[in-house]
């Protein structure tokens, strides 16, 4: 960042009824950083996830998309990347893809089971399907059990125990908000991040794979 666009920047972030104040005002005693204090915190709610929303955080929204090329220095120097979708109002951190070069993972890794992986294709095929008829994407508890139903032996034998993969699958998805309960607390929006964090492709490759499976499992009930 040019000294030209820090000026800038502390102009736009401070509060307009105060005096300016200067960096080091703003920073603790012995400071060595060079960002202002909204700059880092910026950086520091990109980095905790998992997205920063237009709607949430209106004032580091506005400054991430005015200092998005010095957001993006920042974050390269921890080799991340950023996604940004101005038009749901989303941003979020992501690996950035060094090649052949081997360089230290900074965020955690999150792998999707079975049921989680089921439950993505059908919350993002709801997702767009609502986005094209201009409605809100929802679905209930119960919708999520009967469809997780058809993937799970367990459902079979051991209701309770099936009921409770699919209360940690949703817990899992509400924790890194691609679900949002609703006040009715059984029926949950579908946050838009899906669509940005599952491309068609992925969910056409992960739709591939279930048919495959339900196939392979045709000719075992067949002799049931």
Wanted: glycine letters at 4%.
């Amino acid at each position: 960042m040019t000294k030209e666009q820090l000026n800038e920047f502390k102009n736009f972030a401070g509060d307009s009824d105060e005096p300016q104040e200067s960096l080091q005002d703003r920073t603790f005693e012995g400071d060595p950083g060079t960002l202002p204090l909204e700059m880092r915190n910026l950086i520091l709610s990109l980095l905790k996830g998992p997205y920063l929303s237009s709607k949430e955080s209106p004032k580091q929204w506005d400054l991430l998309l005015r200092y998005k090329e010095a957001v993006l220095s920042q974050l390269a120097n921890l080799y991340l990347t950023l996604l940004i979708d101005e038009v749901d109002g989303i941003a979020f951190i992501k690996q950035i893809d060094t090649g052949e070069v081997e360089v230290p993972t900074l965020l955690t890794s999150f792998t999707y089971k079975l049921l989680d992986s089921v439950l993505l294709v059908e919350l993002r095929e709801r997702l767009m399907n609502a986005e094209n008829s201009g409605q809100r994407a929802t679905i209930s508890m119960d919708e999520m059990v009967s469809h997780l139903t058809l993937f799970d032996s367990v459902s079979k034998d051991d209701q309770v125990k099936f009921l409770k993969r699919v209360a940690a699958v949703v817990e899992r998805f509400t924790k890194r908000h691609i679900l949002i309960q609703l006040p009715s607390k059984e029926d949950y929006e579908i946050s838009p991040i899906l669509r940005v964090l599952f491309t068609a492709s992925d969910v056409a490759a992960l739709a591939k794979s279930y048919e495959e499976l339900i196939e392979q499992a045709a000719p075992e009930k067949a002799h049931e």
